[in-house]
């Protein structure tokens, strides 16, 4: 057997896959400080499950990894492969070439290798014991070694040549079949305690049993008593369900009855609400109808006040107008005699005009007298028609004034007449808002009385609501107890993982006979069931059997399925 190549990747400055081959007898590795010969040395040691990492010169294990240098980034695991020719079957494995292969990453996972197989070190270990390649051989030699091989004790010589001999990997099984023949005496020494402990227990335990069959016939009756009672309790919380339902359904009937009520009254003050609305919208028409009549009242006794003053003055008017009116008729009666008088004289004028002219054609002086004459009888008419102008148009305006006082007159009259009827109307008006505001009063107190009522009725609901609430709460209180009472007594609750796994293979038809835990055949009061249970101890879990062969049976049973471990109590043995 001998070393025939070396492969390194990541090791310490070994970045690259590298394949170092050492087939000689004799091989050199030489070169200057720094190119890595002893990091050779360092990667065999390490392959060979080198742990101590102080002797590969590193501080943990993760630095034997690449680190990285000015060019290259770090690498994130190292490998290094041995591979040895065993041609001659110095190493116990069936192959003509062995590699042992060892890899570590940077989370300081480390994996071994044998032909490409994982193993472990141990298994590493056991392969290089007598070929003196082992973490502690004497194939490696370093330069502080052989000042130690010099200064060596017997015994670690004897080591070395134990190892050279070949019989260091059966002295390694050696200590570890006398390891484990201790271990072996410890369990015995363990097991006879046991079975001393089970003969001293046992007489104890035989009058227990004596007690438990005693007690069983006792058990028996008393069992079907606690299942008779558990059967009235359930009886019982089932009519209590039943009568507490019917309540439930009346407390629904109620609450879904008082719901109705309310949305009615609710419709209904939604209606009242809505009626005083139009009540109030009825009193603010009848506010305004009535300001508006008070209005037309006072600018009616305003009318009134101001035709009497008007009347007064076209009394006063009149009188004026009738003695103007006489004038005028004078003044327009002399004007037209006036007038007449004046046509006449123009006339005469100008007949005598003509008649001059036509005599005396040539007496000049004469003729513009008598046209001067002419213009100032011609002045004189014209005044007259003005005058009578005047007198005809002051003639028209009393005709006018007559006409506006008669018009006046008849408005006062028209005021007067329909003064009653506003005033009728103005207490007619009072009277609707003196009603109006009744029946709103009245609405009012119906829409309080309502409210009240709905609040009255909120408050019933509002109970039944809590106590169907309650009584829902309560159903599912009875019906988890009953759950709880079904589920102890169908899985045993309590009981350690082998007695239950037994008394449920029992109720399943795996196992024959019949089992009884002590713990269950118990009838103790509440305020005993603590002291009892302590008193008792472990035993509470023990299980009595009719016989040991169901007893064996059951014990069986608990072997091959891995269910835990039972203590029986067969009533044969008490």
């Not at 227990?201 to 008593?225: F, G, I, N, T, W």
Request: glycine share 6%.
């Amino acid at each position: 057997m001998r070393l025939k190549s070396i492969r390194l990747i990541g090791f310490k400055t070994f970045a690259d896959k590298t394949e170092i081959d050492v087939e000689g007898d004799v091989i050199a590795v030489v070169g200057p400080n720094g190119c890595g010969k002893s990091n050779l040395v360092d990667a065999i040691l390490w392959a060979l499950g080198e742990g101590n990492p102080k002797h590969l010169r590193a501080e943990i294990g993760q630095d034997v990894i690449f680190n990285g240098s000015n060019k290259r980034k770090p690498l994130g695991f190292a490998e290094v492969m041995l591979l040895f020719d065993n041609e001659d079957g110095a190493l116990p494995v069936p192959t003509s070439e062995v590699s042992v292969t060892r890899r570590i990453d940077r989370s300081g996972n480390s994996q071994y290798q044998i032909n490409r197989r994982t193993c472990r070190l141990k298994d590493v270990a056991e392969l290089m014991a007598d070929s003196g390649l082992g973490r502690s051989g004497y194939a490696i030699v370093g330069q502080k070694d052989i000042d130690q091989a010099l200064a060596a004790s017997p015994d670690d010589r004897r080591n070395w040549l134990d190892e050279a001999a070949g019989v260091q990997r059966y002295r390694a099984r050696k200590l570890d079949a006398l390891r484990r023949l201790s271990s072996a005496e410890a369990h015995l020494q363990r097991v006879e305690d046991i079975l001393s402990e089970v003969g001293r227990q046992r007489e104890p335990l035989r009058e227990q049993a004596k007690d438990a069959l005693q007690y069983r016939e006792v058990q028996r009756s008393l069992r079907a008593v606690e299942v008779a009672q558990l059967a009235h309790e359930l009886d019982a919380a089932s009519l209590e369900i039943d009568r507490r339902q019917a309540n439930l359904r009346a407390a629904q009937d109620l609450a879904a009855s008082e719901a109705k009520e309310v949305a009615a009254l609710e419709a209904q003050a939604a209606k009242v609400s809505e009626r005083i609305s139009e009540l109030e919208s009825a009193m603010e028409g009848l506010r305004e109808r009535q300001s508006e009549v008070l209005t037309e009242y006072e600018r009616a006794e305003s009318a009134i006040k101001l035709g009497e003053q008007r009347l007064e003055s076209l009394d006063q008017l009149e009188t004026t107008l009738f003695q103007d009116t006489d004038a005028v008729d004078q003044r327009i009666r002399e004007s037209a005699q006036e007038l007449s008088v004046a046509e006449a004289e123009l006339a005469a004028a100008k007949a005598e005009l003509e008649r001059v002219r036509v005599e005396c054609a040539g007496a000049g002086q004469e003729a513009r007298k008598l046209a001067e004459r002419l213009k100032a009888i011609e002045a004189k008419l014209q005044f007259a028609r003005d005058e009578h102008a005047r007198a005809l148009k002051h003639q028209i305006e009393q005709e006018h004034r007559r006409e506006r006082l008669d018009e006046a007159s008849r408005e006062l009259r028209g005021i007067e007449e329909s003064l009653p009827e506003l005033e009728k109307e103005l207490e007619k008006a009072t009277e609707d808002r003196d009603a109006a505001q009744n029946k709103l009063a009245a609405e009012r107190k119906g829409l309080s009385e309502l409210q009240l009522n709905l609040k009255s009725i909120a408050a019933s609901l509002h109970q039944s609501t809590e106590k169907e609430s309650k009584l829902l709460s309560r159903q599912a209180e009875l019906e988890g107890t009953r759950r709880g009472i079904e589920a102890t007594l169908a899985t045993h609750e309590g009981l350690h993982e082998g007695p239950r796994a037994v008394l449920e293979a029992q109720s399943k038809g795996k196992l024959p006979g019949s089992f009884d835990s002590v713990g269950e055949s118990l009838i103790a009061k509440p305020e005993h069931a603590l002291a009892i249970e302590r008193a008792l101890g472990s035993s509470v879990h023990d299980l009595i059997v009719p016989s040991e062969a169901e007893a064996k049976a059951a014990i069986e049973y608990l072997k091959r399925n891995r269910a835990g471990r039972a203590t029986f109590l067969p009533i044969t043995l008490m």
